[in-house]
């Protein structure tokens, strides 16, 4: 079980991880820093509250970005011969009917969890719903109407501060009539986040924890407030060094300090507080960093410096043509958008969106679709129209044709520390990640910009 022991202790309380708690990735390290002063093991967030030994934390590791890898998942695999409480049937399996008799066997009917840190979520599709489904081509042979198999990335328990919607298909983020948080010029109202925080904290016990009965009161508060004290970011780069030096503003410390309110220079209408026009350059960390492109050196700190700051700009101000993305061209009934990174990513220097607007940028997309991944055919039931896609998202919520394929885009803060990317792990990293948008938007980024937004991304 993923309790205490198994992380790094500070030397005077077992029961605590030290605040600044350091954990490498490829690009460098990142550092959590807790409002409580330190990480508080002794929360119900790392205690088994289920009946098969799972806590919050069996998901969501600190020192994996506060979800999972599939490194740190091949490892506890390899030490526990697969019998550690992250493989259970109910969600760490492709198939909820797999044979886990033998390591052999479990290592096949863990294969997405090892491989791309991907659970699966079964999720039916409703009553009401538009469309239906025509055929379920599940390699794994369990899916069906009344539960899809979709496989999706555990979402980091982290800088939820910026947190405008839960779940990547929202499925935790709630309406409220009369809530201050509501869209602007309309009545569309939601919930304040840790009310959805401790919905989630709960019905993510009794799912994936298999729990015998609810959360109390106590024991959900306790979980949103741990949760919503962490901030977490890089703090060193393997190339450009301290994050924090040269006046720069990396690290988790200025994060949890950094503004946010819902709506917060939203793309169309502004600002909802200070009602300022969108502002593109959101992100401005490594403003400081600018003076290193004005002069060539042979420094290779400086260097990596002014490729971050170049990175940074290229999210500000790169333009895009946004085209057929559901969620902004049919909402907006614009053919195309002009835009930049921050069009979506606009919540300053976190890099979420700071309304709920799930998208469909093509990651379900049947053209994407891999062996190991199921492929779903939707038919309206109105049109007979047909959509081929592995996963459709918003849509098994709200019953919509139109939501297929739309997911939640996640907060980019130490986003080095949780590869693969995308809701289905289906970039294996960040390069892969430009890569993507590179060639979905036809942005046209030459092979220095495309590291350059790697260097930025990384240093997030």
Known sequence: ?????????????????????????????????????????????????????????????????????????????????????????????????????????????????????NIRVGIGIPDTAEFELVEADDPYGFASADQLSLFRRPMPTTNLKFLSAAMWDGRETTLMPGSTDCISGTTTCFSPVPFDLSAQ???????????????????????????????????????????????ADGGPKKLKKQDYHFGINDTLVGDYQTHQPFNPNAMSLYDSWNKFNKTKSSNRTKNARAAIARGQALFNTKPIQIAGVKGINDDLSVSVLPGTCTTCHNTPNSGNHSTPMPLDIGISDESRRTP????????????NEIIKTTDPGRALITGKWKDIGRFKGPILRSVASRPP?????????????????????????????KADLVAFLAAL
């Open 1 to 117: 079980m993923l309790t205490a022991p198994v992380f790094a202790k500070e030397d005077s309380n077992s029961d605590k991880l030290p605040n600044m708690l350091r954990s490498e990735n490829s690009h460098g390290k990142d550092a959590t820093y807790s409002t409580a002063g330190f990480i508080d093991l002794n929360n119900p967030f790392f205690k088994s509250l289920g009946s098969n030994g799972r806590s919050c934390g069996s998901c969501h590791i600190p020192s994996q970005g506060w979800t999972i890898t599939p490194q740190g998942v091949q490892k506890l695999f390899n030490d526990t011969k697969g019998l550690d409480p992250l493989f259970r049937l109910v969600d760490g399996a492709n198939s909820p009917l797999a044979d886990v008799s033998t390591v052999k066997k479990r290592r096949t009917a863990y294969s997405m969890l090892l491989e791309k840190g």
């Open 201 to 247: 904290s709960n019905h993510a016990t009794l799912g994936h924890a298999e729990a015998l009965r609810e959360l109390t009161g106590a024991e959900r508060e306790a979980i949103v407030a741990f949760e919503s004290g962490l901030f977490t970011a890089q703090i060193q780069d393997n190339k450009a060094g301290d994050l924090t030096a040269e006046k």
């Open 372 to 383: 190991d991944m199921p492929l779903y055919t939707l038919k309206n039931k109105t049109t």
């Open 421 to 449: 990317y995308f809701h289905d792990g289906s970039a294996a990293d960040l390069p892969a990640v430009v890569e993507f948008y590179n060639n979905r938007f036809s942005i046209g980024l030459t092979e220095g910009e």
